[in-house]
C-alpha cells in the first residue's frame, strides 16, 4: 500500500463506478459540481479541470496509463481502463470486493490497518467526491460551519466511515440519517401525503475545523475549507474559548437530552437495515450506535 493507492481506493469507494469485462475493468468516478459556481463567484468547472491536472500527477504514475477527463455542466467524470489480469485491478478488486458502485460497496477492513498518513489519503479521495463545503452548511447560526459527505443508501458505508475518520481522531458531530424519524421526524411529510420523503441519501456532518487538516484535493473544495475553517476558528476564539475544546467532542461525550419524536409508520419499511428496522429514534446518535459507529 502506498498514498496514491490509498488516495484512489477512497474515491472509487466514495464515488465509483466498476465496469467488469471479459478482458478489461473500466473504472469511472464520479465528481459532482452541485453548483455551477463557487462560494466565491468562480467557475465550478474550470477549479474541477485544474483540480484534474493535480489529481493525475497523484494517479497516473500509479495507474501506468492515462486519465480520461470528461465534463458536464453539474459533474465531472475521471476514468481509466485495464487488463483484468493488471496487478494493480487485481488489488482494487480485492479491497472492493464483488461491489460494483458506491450503492454496495463497504471499506475493507484492511485500510483500517493502513498507516495514519495512507488512512488519511483514503478520507481524502473518498472527500474530493463526496464532501461538501457552503456557507449554507452550519450548525445552529453561522460562522459554525461544516463539511458534509453524501453517501447513497449504503447504511454500512456511512458507519465504516464514521469509524475510519475516529482512526485518524476527527469525530463526526452529526448524521443525517435517510431514515423517517430524522428526515421526516413530525411526520409533515407523511401527512402531505409523501410517505417516502425521507428515503434520501445520508449526509455525515464534520466541523471544518476538523476536517481541515486533511483537506481536499479538489481546488475549489479546499479554498472555501480554508476559510470557513478559519472562520469558525475566529469565532470561537473571540470567546475566550480554545476551537478544539469546543469542536473536538465525539456524540458519545455529550450529554444532551432528546426531543421525542412521535411514531412514524416508515419505521417497518424494507428500506431500512434489518438490525434497525422496526425500531423508533428520537436522536441519530441511536441508530449510529445501533449499527457500529460508537466508543468501541
Not at 490497518?113 to 479521495?125: A, M, S, Y
Not at 430524522?182 to 417516502?196: A, I, S
Request: glycine letters at 6%; a negative charge.
Amino acid at each position: 500500500m502506498n498514498n496514491e493507492m490509498a488516495y484512489l481506493l477512497g474515491m472509487i469507494t466514495g464515488n465509483g463506478e466498476v465496469q467488469r469485462g471479459a478482458n478489461e475493468t473500466t473504472i469511472v468516478v464520479e465528481i459532482p459540481h452541485k453548483k455551477l459556481e463557487t462560494e466565491f463567484q468562480k467557475d465550478v468547472g474550470i477549479y474541477v479541470k485544474a483540480s484534474v491536472t493535480d489529481i493525475r500527477e497523484i494517479l497516473e504514475p500509479l495507474l501506468g496509463t492515462g486519465l480520461t477527463f470528461t465534463q458536464n455542466a453539474n459533474v465531472s467524470y475521471v476514468s481509466f481502463r485495464k487488463l483484468n489480469e493488471d496487478y494493480l485491478v487485481r488489488e482494487i478488486l480485492r479491497y472492493i470486493g464483488a461491489a460494483t458502485s458506491h450503492d454496495n460497496v463497504r471499506i475493507s477492513s484492511e485500510v483500517y490497518d493502513f498507516t495514519l498518513d495512507e488512512r488519511k489519503q483514503f478520507i481524502k479521495g473518498f472527500a474530493d467526491v463526496t464532501g461538501y463545503i457552503r456557507r449554507s452548511n452550519y450548525a445552529y447560526t453561522e460562522p459554525q460551519y461544516r463539511v458534509y459527505f453524501e453517501i447513497p443508501q449504503n447504511w454500512g458505508l456511512v458507519v465504516d466511515f464514521c469509524n475510519l475518520l475516529k482512526s485518524v481522531d476527527i469525530p463526526v458531530q452529526n448524521i443525517d440519517w435517510g431514515h423517517p424519524n430524522m428526515r421526516d421526524g413530525n411526520l409533515k411529510k407523511y401527512n402531505e401525503g409523501k410517505p417516502d420523503f425521507w428515503k434520501k441519501e445520508h449526509q455525515v456532518k464534520v466541523w471544518a475545523l476538523e476536517y481541515n487538516p486533511i483537506g481536499f484535493a479538489v481546488l475549489h473544495k479546499q479554498e472555501a475549507l480554508d476559510y470557513f475553517a478559519n472562520e469558525h476558528k475566529v469565532f470561537i476564539e473571540r470567546q475566550g474559548k480554545e476551537p478544539s475544546d469546543v469542536t473536538h467532542r465525539y456524540y458519545w461525550e455529550i450529554v444532551k437530552r432528546n426531543k421525542e419524536k412521535p411514531i412514524h409508520p416508515g419505521e417497518d419499511d424494507e428500506f431500512i437495515p434489518e438490525e434497525i428496522r422496526g425500531n423508533h429514534y428520537d436522536s441519530w446518535k441511536e441508530i449510529a450506535k445501533d449499527l457500529g459507529y460508537k466508543e468501541d
